[in-house]
T-cell receptor
Framework: GAVVSQHPSWVICKSGTSVKIECRSL??????MFWYRQFPKQSLMLMAT?????????EQGVEKDKFLINHASLTLSTLTVTSAHPEDSSFYIC????????????????FGPGTRLTVL | QKEVEQNSGPLSVPEGAIASLNCTYS??????FFWYRQYSGKSPELIMS????GDKEDGRFTAQLNKASQYVSLLIRDSQPSDSATYLC????????????FGRGTSLIVHP
């Protein structure tokens, strides 16, 4: 159980275009999904916290108008990188947190396989 | 002081040995603690979660939590080359939001 999928797994796009990444929890409902970015050999950087039916909460320094997050249901969140530039090239990873479970595994996050974005 | 601190390593251990990975955190009110394994080029995979002081064992893995010392560790017994990866410690902040904070990770190398 607790499987999270991401699509696409990799994408190459031209500078100035927009890219949408989907994150789905396949076998559980997730009240909260997180979006991370990871540059090579660096640590995970939390970009935003996404709660179903409400606006995402962005971490300091993350442009909300550039990284649009929609969490329309308990199983789907999307991240759209708008007007992508080469510096946006990175490994984007989502995670989903179990809903409503108190014990023993509450607050566990499960990560999707990630999306590798290359902007030319 | 960083919120979650880990030694970046690399920690190198021989096959069959016990690997000990350590993590300290600054938020005394933290209640949830997690260890993730991340292979190069892949996303993190949850190994263990621990919520109470003491030890929690799962197969070759043992998580140890000491809230008084704000310290959580992961022991890997009978280390295998396939355990070579970066191990991330994550701590949920107190205050109800349960926003996770990750350490920078410790690189573990298990050599044959």
């Amino acid at each position: 159980g607790a499987v999270v999928s991401q699509h696409p797994s990799w994408v190459i796009c031209k500078s100035g275009t927009s890219v949408k990444i989907e994150c789905r929890s396949l076998d559980f409902q997730a009240t909260t999904m997180f979006w991370y970015r990871q540059f090579p050999k660096q640590s995970l950087m939390l970009m935003a916290t996404s709660n179903e039916g409400s606006k995402a909460t962005y971490e300091q320094g993350v442009e909300k108008d550039k990284f649009l997050i929609n969490h329309a249901s308990l199983t789907l969140s999307t991240l759209t990188v708008t007007s992508a530039h080469p510096e946006d090239s990175s490994f984007y990873i989502c995670s989903a947190r179990l809903f409503g479970t108190k014990s023993p595994n509450y607050n566990e996050q499960f990560f999707g396989p990630g999306t590798r974005l290359t902007v030319l | 002081q960083k919120e979650v601190e880990q030694n970046s390593g690399p920690l190198s251990v021989p096959e069959g040995a016990i690997a000990s990975l350590n993590c300290t955190y600054s938020d005394r009110g933290s209640q949830s603690f997690f260890w993730y394994r991340q292979y190069s080029g892949k996303s993190p995979e949850l190994i263990m979660s621990i919520y109470s002081n003491g030890d929690k064992e799962d197969g070759r893995f043992t998580a140890q939590l000491n809230k008084a010392s704000q310290y959580v560790s992961l022991l890997i017994r009978d280390s295998q080359p396939s355990d070579s990866a970066t191990y991330l410690c994550a701590v949920n902040k107190s205050g109800g939001s349960y926003i996770p904070t990750f350490g920078r990770g410790t690189s573990l190398i298990v050599h044959p």
